[in-house]
Nanobody, 111 residues
Framework: QVQVVESGGGLVQAGGSLRLSCATSLTIVSINDMGWYRQGPGKQRELVATITSGGITNYADSVKGRFGISRDNAKKTMYLQMNSLKPEDTAVYYC?????WGQGTQVTVSS
């Protein structure tokens, strides 16, 4: 059974930082379809950032310059470094590896 597990969420004040991790049982070295998504209260799930096997990244406009996505193929883990957090970043953050989703991790940013 494929495992995709997020961790690192929590409560942080506006302007603070968090680092999310996504560990998977899949061998990811050649996987292009990896990314982070989020779903805020009363909102639809939206893309936050993606990363290809070659390290090409893509970000939602709302997080550009504040968030950084990365991956460690040897550890089968993807990361999301979140800086300068805003209350509107409050959401459940999900990791997606090809067609597999994690259970989500809550990020709450207080003003």
């Amino acid at each position: 059974q494929v495992q995709v597990v997020e961790s690192g969420g929590g409560l942080v004040q506006a302007g603070g930082s968090l680092r999310l991790s996504c560990a998977t049982s899949l061998t990811i070295v050649s996987i292009n379809d990896m990314g982070w998504y989020r779903q805020g209260p009363g909102k639809q799930r939206e893309l936050v950032a993606t990363i290809t096997s070659g390290g090409i990244t893509n970000y939602a406009d709302s997080v550009k310059g504040r968030f950084g996505i990365s991956r460690d193929n040897a550890k089968k883990t993807m990361y999301l470094q979140m800086n300068s957090l805003k209350p509107e970043d409050t959401a459940v953050y999900y990791c997606k590896v090809v067609a597999f989703w994690g259970q989500g991790t809550q990020v709450t940013v207080s003003s």
